[in-house]
């Protein structure tokens, strides 16, 4: 990752990171975003500086604030959540820059089906105790079988954006 950050075991901080979507609906019109309020994670630094690591997102905690729509996530026309209760983004051998910027690839599993997804994370800070990461990238949601479109309401690659606050791990 950087000089800055010191090997070893990092851990998520749940409440000082986020995981967010925003897609556009009603033919454009309509933004809709939601924030992921379950999330899990951690990773290592190795003595060579790269990094490895997953974030797991609970699937059924995506609040948009609209419980009917919410609902309507969960279901089988998206994120399938009974039956994939879980999003795990998982990444290995990310090495930073001077720039502060990570390159990246994961696994992104959704409705069951797993596809890579390229990224670039920004180291935004790094002391002793704690690292953040931020990202922003887009996802085809139809390579994941969600491809449920009423009326042809929705269009386009929806935008996940993170903030992900890791702190070292105790041992």
């Given amino acids: 990752m950087s000089s800055a950050v010191e090997t070893g075991t990092w851990q998520l901080d749940p409440a000082r990171s986020t995981v967010g979507v925003r897609h556009k609906t009603m033919w454009g019109m309509v933004t809709v975003k939601g924030n992921f309020t379950g999330l899990a994670g951690g990773g290592e630094v190795g003595p ?40 795990t983004f998982a990444g290995a051998r990310a090495r930073g820059g001077a720039d502060k910027r990570v390159p990246g690839a994961v696994l992104l599993p959704a409705g069951g089906i797993s596809r890579p997804q390229a990224f670039t994370a920004h180291l935004t800070e790094a002391s002793a105790d704690a690292v953040t990461l931020t990202a922003e990238f887009t996802v085809d949601r139809e390579q994941f079988s969600m491809g449920w479109n009423q009326l042809g309401m929705i269009r386009g690659r929806t935008t996940v954006t993170a903030s992900l606050r890791f702190v070292r791990a105790t041992s």
């Fill in 48 to 87: 060579d500086g790269s990094a490895s690591g997953s974030i797991t997102l609970d699937a059924a905690s995506l609040d948009t604030k609209n419980a009917k729509r919410d609902t309507h996530l969960r279901s089988a026309d998206f994120f399938d959540a009974d039956r994939h209760p879980e999003l």
